[in-house]
């Protein structure tokens, strides 16, 4: 089963901008519509953002306007450029299928945002 490597995480700044990286294998990514979820400590996962297959986005309303979502199928990769960050976007963030989930879990890339 496919399992995403997502990677580009890091401490920030409030403010501060990061841009996520998440490539899964497999011939059947184009084929997928993609998102990026997030896990906060003592909190559920949630999808904040999402591709489709013909590159339509979706996004929460936490993050719409601060987060775009985008992606390669050359490159079996999907991004998620966060501007303008906020101490409530500290999470683990993953990517899988959306909205139905289709591949395994990742190991995450912990963001944090701090002074």
């Known amino acids: 089963q496919v399992q995403p490597v997502e990677s580009g995480g890091g401490l920030v700044q409030p403010g501060g901008s990061l841009r996520l990286s998440c490539a899964a294998s497999?011939?059947?990514?184009?084929?997928?519509?993609m998102g990026w979820y997030r896990q906060a400590p003592g909190k559920q996962r949630e999808l904040v953002a999402a591709?489709?297959?013909?590159?339509?986005?979706n996004y929460a309303d936490s993050v719409k306007g601060r987060f775009t979502i985008s992606r390669d199928n050359a490159k079996n990769t999907v991004y998620l450029q966060m501007n303008s960050l906020k101490p409530e976007d500290t999470a683990v963030y993953y990517c899988?299928?959306?909205?139905?989930?289709?591949?395994?879990w990742g190991q995450g890339t912990q963001v944090t945002v701090s002074s």
């Open positions: 899988n299928t959306a909205p139905n989930i289709l591949y395994s």
């Open positions: 497999g011939s059947r990514f184009r084929y997928n519509a």
């Open positions: 591709i489709t297959t013909d590159y339509n986005t």
